[in-house]
């Protein structure tokens, strides 16, 4: 699904993804881990992928597991949707890099406790 949306990593990577009917919908990928950093990548191939559970989960990974104090997404400029979805998870554009039209967003902890504080209501939330 990563490479349908020519999202390719050349390291390795730690990968959250969701199922419907046996079909991979979406998922999260996870790279470029500084200690205080990490790199976010998302896809879907349909609104319906992302649910509580998974942000929640998703968060859950980079901020308490690896304790990183900063998630880190760099979109092309081109991905508007994929952009306006970060920015409901609670990222916050940074800028864009010039010449390239690549978008950097950020997210902080405190920018996300509304999706770490949820009760988890199992996969399919």
Not at 22 to 42: C, E, K, L, P
Not at 46 to 69: A, C, D
Request: with cysteine.
């Amino acid at each position: 699904m990563f490479q349908e949306a020519s999202v390719t990593f050349a390291e390795p990577v730690s990968m959250l993804w969701r199922e419907i009917d046996g079909t991979t919908v979406g998922g999260f990928a996870w790279s470029q881990y500084t200690g205080d950093t990490i790199q976010a990548h998302f896809v879907g191939s349909s609104h319906k992928w992302m649910n509580r559970e998974i942000v929640r989960v998703s968060y859950t990974y980079p901020f308490f597991q690896l304790g990183v104090k900063v998630i880190l997404a760099f979109l092309p400029g081109s991905r508007v949707l994929a952009r306006e979805v970060a920015k409901n998870m609670g990222f916050k554009e940074q800028g864009v890099i010039p010449k390239v039209n690549i978008h950097m967003l950020t997210l902080v902890r405190e920018d996300c406790e509304r999706w770490l504080a949820l009760p988890s209501r199992g996969w399919n939330g």
